[in-house]
């Protein structure tokens, strides 16, 4: 304890940039780190992998990364706002993701305004990131896959763990219940609402802007295993998560937003005699409400906007033990599900119904080719409109290593996704809502392809690709302010369909040495929409996070580490020009809007630093993480909204210069 | 330093940073200023046009046009000169000319710094507002009730957009003011004005004999319209037009689309049979019209002419504009937030700029009714 409070007490001296090093036990876990990133079984431009000291490693304002934090920073991936956990890959939107816990998706998976993920880090194994050449037992997605695999729990004795930062306070427990069974059990939950107290107690004028600030933010984890005999086991894990937010931004007008999930998963593996099985059965709900409460031109006004959805799915999983360089992997699945939306968000109606099977060959040559090609079949019902459809998904991907240190790599997918995230919501509104495809607003999909090259010479290696994409049935909601008025039964009327173009050039350099890690991320992309019949003519516009340049580097020294991300920024709705009607009886303000997606928001510029210190104490290994957030205190909007009182647009930055702190101990 | 003294400095150093983190925005995107025309061509004996630019976001008034070319041209009479406006206020230049009917124009503006702008536009045609009938007429819905009386309108052709208005005279000034609310059985017309309110029939009880024809010859007197009923004299609730209570009421005007030629949807209200004085297809408008000033003095004709429909042809551009205009004007000038994410364009048809060159062609035809038993 003294340790720690000693390293606080130097808290203000290292914001000036000075910090002091210890002689304690602390082991450098960049060396660690770096080892799981780099031993990655498939690590190619379309595929990334990465161990949970890696994740907790990247420069975070909570202190420490997690995976959301990770993905960020790598080629091909363009950010939300700065600081939330959206991600854009390839020109895809955020809802053509899949966020997945164990393979199962979570819808909302953001936590703590976005900060991170719903997923406590202390129950990741690893996460990885894959951007084309899909494997077949996931699907229903056109953009990329950001799997996370969770610890089984220890057996051999029981261990604890705190954690302790900024924004969140979490404590995870794990231990064997007799021979065959064990269980691990996580909870955090945020003070950030007390916080806000505090801060606003000390200094109510510099926070004048947001009033009544309150948060309720928690989520809760548990795995239980049992290792049924020598072939075969189960684990049921769930997983609950709760973000509320309230606010006040002036008199008589509130702002509310928060989403949630529950999930439920029940896994089974069994060893076959040739092959090893699958089976898997979850119940994953999703909800998420924004509110505003605001007086305008001398109404009270109540805008309310909630999208929800209940999925319950069924798989089984066959992948035969490896005989030969060919394997053939075979799998279906089977899920129903529901959504609401619209101001009540009350399920209603009937549901949908989404079945796969795959087919997954794979063939590989030892350091000369890895070869993957994926046939899938989709049988979709949308229940509500009647509308049946059969679409198939296929995946080519490659790895040809011409000589030792350089390789060849490509993927092409053509995909499919059958729930639909709608595009064009008002702006301020980040509610994501969630919608099935039918007969108005058909599958999504995307054809895209990959083609690059990676290159290792000893510390240094590097990839460089570029890709192209091509997207149809997007879906465009044109109609906003319905959004607040019509039922979930009116939304196919108020919704455009059109296509999505992306393509670009990525690159990714990294060097391991033994004490210096350093890696940059470079994406050079453009992605439009078009097509759409009332936006803009059908012509093209910018999609809403097409930023042209996205450079990321990371660089870390024994403890030290420094994070820098500049962005182009990205594209909201531009305000318009006004003029006044003089005719008799029309006399008003006109507005003139030449477009969507017109007004160019700043560039996006972060520097983070950070320190990282584990040392033992005669029961525990502590991991004391200090770091800066924003050093240079630019301002990167996170969200705008409107100021019903001033009757103006304002632009909210959810980091300024800040510094964060974050401590794990374990028993 | 003790660990309170830690905190304090801690909390503070927090607080100062999380200053700043909200910033105005005028979200301006840049785009170019456009030259705005607002044109209505009519029959009468003065145009004016209104020219301005537009404001950029954030700008609390746009740069005055100082001076302007503006061409009016009769396309379909090329031996007719070209004419041109001439500034007579700030924003407004005027032209002495009459719209003619049927003809085609061609309009003209040249801002210095700017691209030239110009729209086409044809005036309609001349149309009346006939009043069709008077007399007794059999409602052919069995469900309503017979009317005895009433007044039915026939247009002689269909605009592309028909704008009905009312004026009456005010009862204290004496002035003519816009009836403030209409309604009409016409099938299609626009609900963009609907004012949430429903016709009642403007209900009156009716005391008095009336006139009635007996074997002395005409005898009675005069009825009397009342509030409310009143104590010891019989009497009778008495409504205008019966027939159109329960429609909405649609505010300051009536703006109809033609459907097609032969006002589809009106065979299942009055269609005259042939060989009365009239013969076809007509409807009824009623609104907050004082038909009961026509009863206290027995000069019905002249009190009667103190109110009157005026029925005025759009050209199809003008119509747009001016469904697109009202439901912007009434959305925004409400107190409905969700209105601030809408991001629709009033319709406009001037090329290279924003705003109308419109043409409206109009008539007055007196309002008629009767307040009938129901």
């Known amino acids: 304890m003294k340790i720690i409070l000693r390293l606080l007490s130097l808290f203000p001296l290292f914001l000036s940039g000075l910090a002091l090093a210890q002689e304690t036990t602390w082991t450098d876990t960049l060396r660690a780190a770096v080892k799981t990133d780099t031993r990655s079984v498939m690590r190619t431009i379309n595929k990334l992998e990465s161990g949970a000291d890696v994740l907790r490693g990247v420069v975070s304002p909570m202190g420490e990364g997690d995976p959301i934090r990770w993905s960020q920073g790598l080629p091909g991936v363009s950010t939300g706002a700065d600081g939330s956990s959206a991600m854009y890959v390839h020109g895809g939107n955020m809802g053509n993701n899949l966020f997945s816990l164990d393979g199962v998706p979570v819808y909302g998976y953001s936590h703590i305004l976005g900060l991170t993920t719903t997923v406590p880090s202390g129950v990741i194994e690893n996460a990885s990131l894959s951007k084309g050449g899909f494997e077949g037992r996931y699907g229903n997605f056109t953009a990329a896959h950001l799997n996370i695999t969770t610890r089984d729990p220890a057996t051999d004795r029981i261990h604890a763990e705190g954690t302790l930062n900024n924004f969140l306070a979490g404590a995870n427990v794990e231990a064997p219940l007799g021979q065959d069974k064990s269980f691990i059990a996580s909870a955090r939950i945020s003070p950030i609402g007390l916080e806000y107290k505090a801060f606003s107690s000390l200094l109510p004028a510099r926070l004048a802007a947001f009033q009544d600030f309150r948060a309720g933010v928690g989520d809760v984890y548990g795995k239980f295993n049992w290792t049924i005999d020598s072939r075969s086991s189960l684990s049921a894990s769930t997983l609950l998560s709760l973000d509320q937010y309230g606010f006040t931004t002036g008199e008589g007008s509130r702002d509310a937003l928060g989403w949630n999930n529950e999930i439920a998963i029940l896994q089974y593996h069994r060893i076959l005699d040739r092959t090893d099985m699958d089976a898997e059965a979850y119940v994953n709900r999703y909800g998420s409400m924004q509110r505003q409460e605001k007086n305008y031109h001398g109404t009270d006004n109540i805008l309310t906007l909630n999208s929800s959805m209940l999925e319950a799915a069924l798989s089984s999983d066959f992948s035969p033990r490896r005989s030969s360089s060919w394997k053939l992997d075979y799998g279906f699945k089977a899920r129903y599900a529901r959504f609401a939306m619209g101001p009540a968000g009350a399920h209603n109606g009937k549901g949908v119904m989404l079945l796969s099977s795959y087919a997954q060959a794979t063939r590989d040559i030892p350091e000369k080719l890895?070869?993957?090609?994926?046939?899938?079949?989709n049988y979709f019902w949308n229940m509500a409109d009647g509308m049946m459809n059969l679409r198939p998904d296929a995946s080519l991907s490659f790895k040809w290593n011409l000589v030792r240190s350089f390789a060849l790599e490509g993927s092409a997918d053509y995909v499919h996704q059958f729930y639909h995230t709608l595009e064009g919501l008002p702006l301020g509104w980040s509610t994501d809502v969630i919608v099935p495809s039918g007969r108005t607003a058909p599958p999504e999909y995307s054809l895209q392809g990959n083609l690059g090259f990676s290159l290792a010479l000893g510390r240094h290696t590097a990839s460089l690709g570029g890709y192209y994409k091509r997207m149809g049935n997007l879906v465009y909601y044109k109609y906003a302010q319905s959004l607040f008025t019509d039922a979930f039964a009116g939304w196919e009327r108020s919704v455009d369909i059109g296509f999505g173009n992306s393509y670009g050039g990525e690159f990714l350099y990294e060097y391991l040495g033994r004490d210096l890690y350093f890696r940059t991320a470079y994406t050079l992309s453009k992605t439009d929409r078009e097509g759409f019949a009332t936006i803009c003519d059908g012509g093209k516009f910018h999609a809403r996070f097409d930023r042209r340049h996205i450079l990321n580097m990371q660089g870390r020294w024994k403890g030290f580490s420094l994070a820098m991300t500049l962005q182009s920024g990205h594209w909201e709705n531009g305000a318009p020009l006004t003029y006044h009607i003089y005719l008799p009886g029309l006399e008003t303000e006109a507005e003139y809007y030449e477009g969507v997606n017109n007004f160019h928001m700043p560039t996006v510029f972060r520097l983070d630093v950070g320190y990282e210190r584990k040392f033992r104490t005669k029961r525990a290994k502590h991991t004391v993480n200090l770091g800066v957030c924003n050093?240079?205190?630019?301002?990167?909007?996170?969200?705008?909204?409107?100021?019903?009182?001033?009757?103006?647009?304002?632009?909210?930055?959810?980091?300024?210069?800040?510094?964060?702190?974050?401590?794990?101990?374990?028993? | 330093m003790t660990r309170n003294l830690y905190l304090k400095r801690l909390v503070l150093i927090l607080a100062i940073v999380l200053s700043g983190c909200v910033r105005d925005t005028t979200l301006d995107p840049g785009v170019e200023r456009k030259v705005v025309v607002e044109f209505v061509l009519t029959e009468d004996s003065v145009q004016n046009l209104y020219l301005f630019l537009t404001k950029e976001p954030g700008e609390l008034a746009a740069p005055a046009i100082q001076d302007a070319e503006i061409k009016f041209i009769n396309v379909s009479n090329r031996s007719e000169p070209e004419h041109l406006f001439a500034k007579v206020a700030d924003n407004q230049w005027s032209l002495d000319y009459s719209g003619i009917p049927g003809d085609e124009y061609r309009l003209e503006v040249k801002v210095d710094g700017y691209d030239l702008v110009w729209a086409e536009q044809k005036m309609p045609e001349k149309m009346k507002l006939v009043r069709a009938a008077t007399e007794a007429v059999i409602n052919p819905q069995p469900?309503?009730?017979?009317?005895?009386?009433?007044?039915?309108?026939?247009?002689?052709?269909?605009?592309?957009?028909?704008?009905?208005?009312?004026?009456?005279?005010?009862?204290?000034?004496?002035?003519?003011?816009?009836?403030?609310?209409?309604?009409?059985?016409?099938?299609?017309?626009?609900?963009?004005?609907?004012?949430?309110?429903?016709?009642?029939?403007?209900?009156?009880?009716?005391t008095g004999i009336g006139w009635h024809w007996s074997e002395i010859g005409w005898e009675g007197a005069d009825y009397v319209y009342h509030d409310s009923p009143v104590d010891g004299d019989d009497g009778v609730w008495t409504y205008m037009f019966p027939n159109l209570i329960g429609s909405n009421l649609h505010e300051g005007f009536l703006l109809i689309r033609r459907v097609d030629d032969n006002h589809a949807g009106l065979e299942k209200l009055y269609d005259f049979p042939i060989g009365e004085s009239f013969h076809g297809k007509a409807f009824c408008i009623s609104g907050s019209f004082y038909m009961n000033q026509a009863y206290p003095s027995s000069d019905y004709t002249q009190v009667l002419f103190h109110e009157y429909l005026i029925a005025s042809s759009l050209s199809p551009d003008y119509g747009l504009f001016l469904k697109d205009a009202w439901q912007f004007k009434k959305t925004h000038e409400g107190g409905d937030l969700s209105s601030i994410y809408l991001r629709d364009n009033i319709y406009s048809n001037i090329q290279g700029g924003l705003g109308i060159f419109g043409a409206m062609v109009s008539s007055m035809t007196p309002f008629d009714g009767y307040y009938q038993e129901k």
Request: proline residues 7%; hydrophobic residues 40%.
């Open chain 1, 370 to 377: 890895h070869l993957q090609a994926v046939m899938r079949g």
């Open chain 2, 143 to 206: 469900l309503l009730p017979y009317m005895k009386y009433g007044a039915y309108y026939n247009i002689d052709f269909i605009p592309d957009y028909l704008m009905i208005r009312g004026t009456k005279r005010d009862k204290e000034t004496g002035e003519f003011i816009p009836v403030e609310e209409l309604c009409t059985d016409y099938p299609g017309v626009e609900e963009i004005n609907v004012t949430g309110r429903f016709y009642d029939g403007n209900p009156k009880w009716r």
């Open chain 1, 631 to 667: 050093v240079t205190n630019h301002f990167n909007p996170f969200m705008l909204y409107y100021d019903a009182q001033a009757e103006g647009w304002k632009m909210l930055a959810l980091l300024p210069v800040m510094p964060n702190f974050s401590w794990r101990v374990a028993f």
